[in-house]
C-alpha cells in the first residue's frame, strides 16, 4: 500500500484560501490565487504532452513564475529538475541529457542560455509566463501526493566531478518540513525570506515548508545585502535561511543597527562558520541557527537547538527529530569525540540517484547514508562538522569539487596535469586555486587557461590563480596529494610577505 495524502497546495487553497502565500517586491499572492495560477499551468503543461513521472527541467530566477511552475508540476504528479542558473552551457546541456532529454521550462533572464544548452541536449524549451495564460481545468490535478514516489531531482556535483542528480520523493520533503517545524516550532505571524536560490535545496525547502505549514514566505529574486538588511529591519521577517558569505555581506552593510526581535531564526548553512563572527552574532543575541545538511537529506538533517546556541557555538547541533547520525571510523561506532564519516538514516534522506544504481549502491550500508564528511559526536550527542567531504570546496555556500576543475584544465592543450585546492576568501568563505605541470615544451598562458575554464564552467568554479609546478605530488598509486599542494601554498604565501 503506497502512503497517501492530499495534494499539498490544493489542500492548502481549501483550508486558509486567504492567507498570505508569497511576497515579492512587485506583487502579493494569497494561496488560493496561487493555485488557480498553478492550476492554468498544469493544464498548459499537460497540454505540452507532460505525464505523470515525466521528468521536467525548470531553468529559472527567483520569481513568482518559478514557484507557480514548481506547483503546477506537483499538481500533475511530474517530477521537477531545478537547473542552477550560474552553471555553463555545457554543464546545463549534459544535466539534461542525464534526465533522458526533458521539457526545460525557462524565464526571459535565462532564455538564451536554456536554448543553448537544449539544442545540445536534444529537448524543447517552454517559457514560464506562457504557462499561466491557458486555460484552467482542474480535472488535471492530481488529488493525492505519493510520498514514496519521486517529486525532484536536484544535481549535485560528485567528488569525480560528475554531477549527480539526487532523486528526493514527496516522502522527503514532507518529513523534512516536519523535522524543521518539530525543531524551530511555528507562529501565527512567521514569515520566511528567502533569498537563497529555488534550484538549490535550501530554497526549495522553504517552498515546501510555505505550503506545508500555510506560511507566508517573501520572496527575492537575488540576494542583496541591503535589501536583506532593509527586509529584516522592518520587523515582518521570522526566519532567514543564508551561508557565512551571505552573512558576513550583511553584518558589513548593518553597522551598529540590530535586527528587530520578531527574527527568531537565522539558520546558517553551507560549512564551517569563522569563529569570530559567530562570535560576534551572539555578543549582538542574534538567533544564530547553526545547520548541516546537503541535497541528499532534502535540506536540513542537523541543527542546534536553541537553548544551546551559546554553549555549543560551533556545533551544527542535534539530528532533527526522525533522523538518525553516527560517526563511522574504519567501519566501526567511533568514541565521543574521535573523528570519522558522517552517516545519516531517516524519512528525508533520499531514495536513490538517478541512473546510477553503482553510486546508489556505494552510497547506502543497511538504510545508513553515507555523507563522506568528516566529523564528531561530543560526549553530549552533539555533531561538529570538521570537513565538508574531503576536498570539498564551500565558496559562497556553493559546492566547488576540485576534480571537475581538474578535468577541464587537464583537457587544455599543452597540460599534462592539474591539481585544485581551495583557499580562505575573506568574503566567499574559500575559493579555488589550480597548480598544473606542463609537457615538455609547452607555452603557459594563465590568463588562456582562466578563460577556457570560464568557457566551460560555472564562474564560481573558476580558479583565481594559476600556478605551474615541474611535477604535481603523488603517491605511490600516482594519486593526487592535494595536502601537499596545501603546503606548497602556505609556503609560496609565507615567501612573498
Not at 502512503?3 to 492548502?12: D, F, I, K
Not at 526549495?204 to 505550503?211: A, E, T
Request: aromatic share 6%.
Amino acid at each position: 500500500m503506497n502512503p497517501a495524502m492530499p495534494q499539498w497546495l490544493a489542500q492548502r487553497a481549501q483550508l486558509t484560501p486567504e492567507r498570505m502565500a508569497i511576497e515579492t517586491k512587485q506583487e502579493r499572492l494569497t494561496f488560493r490565487q496561487l493555485f488557480a495560477r498553478a492550476c492554468c499551468a498544469a493544464s498548459a503543461l499537460r497540454t505540452a504532452g507532460v505525464q505523470p513521472d515525466d521528468l521536467v527541467a525548470s531553468l529559472q530566477s527567483n520569481t513568482v513564475d518559478c514557484v507557480v511552475t514548481i506547483h503546477a508540476l506537483m499538481l500533475i504528479g511530474a517530477v521537477m529538475v531545478p537547473l542552477n542558473t550560474r552553471l555553463s552551457t555545457e554543464e546545463l546541456s549534459r544535466q539534461i541529457r542525464d534526465c533522458g532529454r526533458p521539457l526545460v521550462i525557462t524565464d526571459q533572464d535565462n532564455l538564451s542560455k536554456a536554448a543553448r544548452a537544449s539544442e545540445r541536449g536534444g529537448s524543447v524549451v517552454l517559457r514560464a509566463e506562457a504557462l499561466t495564460h491557458s486555460h484552467t481545468d482542474q480535472e488535471t490535478v492530481i488529488k493525492d501526493i505519493q510520498l514514496n514516489r519521486p517529486c525532484t531531482v536536484i544535481f549535485t556535483s560528485g567528488t569525480t566531478g560528475h554531477p549527480k542528480g539526487v532523486v528526493l520523493t514527496s516522502g522527503n520533503h514532507w518529513w523534512n518540513a516536519n523535522a524543521s517545524l518539530i525543531n524551530l516550532g511555528l507562529s501565527a505571524d512567521d514569515q520566511w525570506l528567502c533569498c537563497v536560490p529555488l534550484f538549490h535545496v535550501s530554497g526549495l525547502s522553504i517552498l515546501m515548508k510555505s505550503v506545508i505549514y500555510g506560511m507566508p514566505i517573501y520572496l527575492m529574486k537575488k540576494f542583496d545585502p541591503e535589501r536583506v538588511n532593509h527586509l529584516l529591519l522592518s520587523g515582518n521577517i521570522s526566519h532567514i535561511s543564508v551561508v557565512a558569505s551571505m552573512l558576513r555581506r550583511m553584518l558589513d552593510v548593518l553597522g551598529p543597527k540590530r535586527y528587530s526581535n520578531t527574527l527568531r531564526c537565522i539558520l546558517l548553512g553551507g560549512g564551517p562558520v569563522p569563529a569570530a563572527m559567530l562570535q560576534y552574532c551572539l555578543d549582538r543575541r542574534m538567533p544564530i541557527y547553526q545547520t548541516y545538511g546537503m541535497s541528499e537529506t532534502a535540506s536540513q538533517a542537523v541543527t542546534l537547538p536553541p537553548e544551546y546556541m551559546r554553549e555549543k557555538a560551533g556545533s551544527a547541533g542535534k539530528p532533527l527529530f526522525p533522523i538518525q547520525i553516527r560517526i563511522d571510523k574504519d567501519g566501526q561506532a567511533a568514541a565521543p569525540g574521535e573523528p570519522g564519516e558522517i552517516l545519516i538514516k531517516g524519512p528525508t534522506v533520499f531514495s536513490h540517484y538517478l541512473n546510477n544504481k553503482e553510486a546508489t549502491e556505494e552510497a547506502f550500508d543497511d538504510y545508513w547514508f553515507h555523507s563522506g564528511d568528516i566529523g564528531r559526536i561530543d560526549e553530549d550527542g552533539f555533531l561538529f562538522v570538521l570537513d565538508r567531504r574531503k576536498d570539498l570546496i564551500i565558496s559562497g555556500g556553493e559546492n566547488v569539487y576540485p576534480a571537475e576543475i581538474e578535468s577541464v584544465l587537464s583537457g587544455c592543450k599543452g597540460i599534462r596535469r592539474a591539481g585544485v585546492i581551495g583557499i580562505p576568501s575573506p568574503e566567499w568563505g574559500r575559493v579555488p586555486i589550480a597548480f598544473v605541470s606542463l609537457n615538455e615544451g609547452a607555452h603557459f598562458s594563465e590568463s588562456e587557461l582562466i578563460a577556457a575554464c570560464n568557457a566551460q564552467l560555472a564562474g564560481y568554479k573558476v580558479p583565481r590563480r594559476i600556478f605551474v609546478l615541474n611535477e604535481l605530488p603523488e603517491n605511490a598509486a600516482h594519486k593526487l596529494l592535494r595536502r601537499k599542494l596545501h603546503a606548497i601554498y602556505e609556503k609560496m604565501v609565507q615567501e612573498h610577505h
